[in-house]
């Protein structure tokens, strides 16, 4: 399809963040010369709109809000900062640079995402040249980190699960090649590329293969998952692949579509939703059904209303057998009837664990994925020590932990001793609850968070621990999240136990969702705050130690206990 033609059957009308991409000439906008403006620490808002297809959101520390308007001083604007690679992979170097220029440009931590990727938080405009360049240097980037693009791959980076997990590896990071925009604007913008000066040239010079002018209607998500672990969360990406193994080889892939997590408090339109199995591809086939899914979303997704402009919104609207056959025909073949698999957890398995290739890997547990030192804790300096003699890779996990991987037996007692002298923690002496919960960032930085997250968490976590000690669950794997806003990030709709922010110190509390990450969660109490968080979550947790059945999950159990009924499609979510 010609670029003039990627917009049917969507090219009226369209939202004004459409209008930003269309004059942008391949994401350049006026960004170049924006970021040269000694005035202010901040950025027009049409440029932060094309920011995000770079790596960044602009953000300001809401904390210091107020105190600096009575100043009559501009809010403190900073930039958030997001770094991917494919799977969560990357090298000890690479880790001593996102140390480093944490240090230097940003707030002194390193924030590991639920999407395998890094955050830096508090990087000033003036900075952000300088340090894309650097990590640019070390062979990463945060082109396509945002933005209205396929974003970073997932794929399940723990290592005893099979030894084709390097295969699968691969094939994720060969998906997320495929799907890299080909502007030019970020070399150009970040890494003093050439430029294409006249914007009529550089139509006829510059394609967009993929994405077109325009990009997509909104993110788009991937993620490969390797049974029996979903860590990724499959079922909550726009497009996902569950690899099929047997006879210990891999065969190839499941593919799923339409999940996604995002939506909006009040407004019954928007809602979280589950992928559905749709076939079975071949890894040979892995990018082509890619490629022909995003293009699909690229030309009938939602252009109008950005609330309803997700992947889940296209096929709900036009039917799952639409898109079958949509896709059948941009492929010229078919996907073949999707096979056999099974999952058991979403979580992490921590310490160490002996890989099929005789490599030793050591999972750590990361609280909601903030690396820093503490006044007892130094996990940075640790980790940065690690790194220094480290030969294998560090492993972003999709639970914001982090392996310390392919270590080698002439290694491993060096940084064993590393993890011992600074104290880093598999998690071993917290409850299974806190192991299995995340957060989002939210305050202060988010701009949509409407309550505390990742700040917040470990606090109420401290007030449930004693409960589950009391009530004999210390050891019982449920896994909870909490997010600061309904957009999704941490997958809180997926969760046995769910508090998604409604307003400073207040939440809605989820419960029921599927411990394999299969099922979404449901409405038990909204708004409401800690006393009566606590007060709900006792009697239920005490009701589930004394009658649960054998190996029966917590969300199977609030389910069939009666606390809420069990949410088969993302449209009975709020009823």
């Not at 058991?344 to 750590?364: C, E, I, M, Q």
Request: proline letters at 5%; one cysteine or more.
């Amino acid at each position: 399809m010609s670029d003039n033609n990627l917009l049917s059957p969507n090219s009226a009308p369209h939202s004004d963040v459409e209008d930003i991409k269309r004059r942008s000439n391949y994401l350049r906008g006026g960004l170049a010369e924006t970021l040269k403006d000694p005035i202010t620490g901040s950025i027009p808002e049409d440029d932060n709109r094309l920011m995000k297809f770079h790596g960044s959101y602009m953000q300001d520390d809401r904390d210091l809000r107020n105190e600096r308007n009575k100043q009559k001083l501009e809010p403190a604007y900073q930039f958030m900062l997001r770094v991917r690679a494919a799977g969560g992979v990357v090298t000890p170097p690479q880790w001593l640079m996102m140390d480093r220029i944490a240090q230097q440009y940003a707030n002194g931590t390193i924030r590991l995402t639920t999407r395998q990727s890094f955050q830096l938080h508090g990087v000033i405009k003036w900075n952000l040249k300088q340090t894309i360049q650097e990590v640019n240097e070390a062979l990463l980037s945060t082109l396509a980190a945002c933005g209205d693009v396929n974003r970073n791959v997932m794929c399940n980076p723990n290592p005893d699960q099979s030894e084709v997990h390097a295969e699968v590896y691969e094939w994720a990071a060969r998906v997320s090649n495929h799907l890299d925009p080909r502007t030019r604007a970020y070399h150009e913008i970040w890494l003093d590329g050439e430029k294409v000066l006249d914007s009529l040239e550089s139509d006829a010079a510059e394609q967009e293969p993929i994405y077109g002018p325009v990009y997509l209607p909104r993110k788009f998500k991937i993620g490969i998952a390797v049974p029996p672990s979903n860590d990724v969360d499959v079922f909550a990406q726009d497009l996902g692949f569950i690899a099929i193994i047997e006879e210990g080889r891999l065969k190839g892939f499941n593919v799923t579509v339409g999940g996604g997590m995002g939506m909006t408090h009040g407004d019954p339109k928007t809602y979280p939703q589950v992928a559905q199995v749709i076939g079975f591809c071949t890894p040979e086939q892995i990018i082509d059904v890619a490629e022909k899914t995003v293009t699909i979303q690229r030309d009938y997704g939602d252009r109008s209303v950005r609330k309803h402009a997700r992947f889940k919104y296209t096929i709900d609207d036009r039917g799952i057998d639409w898109f079958i056959n949509e896709l059948s025909e941009r492929l010229g073949w078919k996907l073949e009837e999707a096979r056999s698999y099974h999952f058991d957890h979403n979580g992490d398995r921590y310490g160490w664990v002996k890989g099929s290739n005789g490599k030793w890997h050591f999972t750590l547990f990361i609280q909601n994925g903030r690396i820093r030192d503490e006044d007892h804790y130094l996990l940075m300096t640790g980790l940065r020590e690690i790194a220094k003699v480290h030969t294998g890779d560090f492993r972003l996990t999709p639970n914001q932990n982090l392996i310390i991987g392919s270590v080698n037996s002439q290694n491993k007692k060096e940084i064993e001793e590393l993890i011992n002298e600074y104290g880093l923690t598999d998690g071993i002496h917290h409850t299974a609850l806190r192991r299995n919960s995340m957060a989002c960032v939210a305050l202060p930085t988010c701009g949509l968070a409407m309550a505390e997250s990742e700040r917040y968490l470990p606090t109420l976590l401290d007030k449930i621990d004693p409960m589950l000690v009391e009530a004999g669950l210390q050891d019982e794997e449920i896994v909870i999240r909490m997010t600061g806003c309904p957009n999704g990030c941490a997958r809180p709709m997926l969760a046995e136990i769910a508090f998604i922010g409604k307003a400073p110190g207040k939440y809605n509390m989820y419960l029921g969702g599927g411990f394999a990450g299969n099922r979404l969660n449901k409405l038990y109490k909204e708004n409401i705050g800690e006393e009566e968080i606590l007060e709900s979550l006792q009697p239920i947790l005490f009701h589930y130690a004394k009658e649960r059945q054998d190996s029966e999950h917590f969300g199977d159990f609030v389910i069939r206990a009666g606390y809420v009924k069990e949410v088969r499609n993302g449209q009975e979510f709020h009823s």
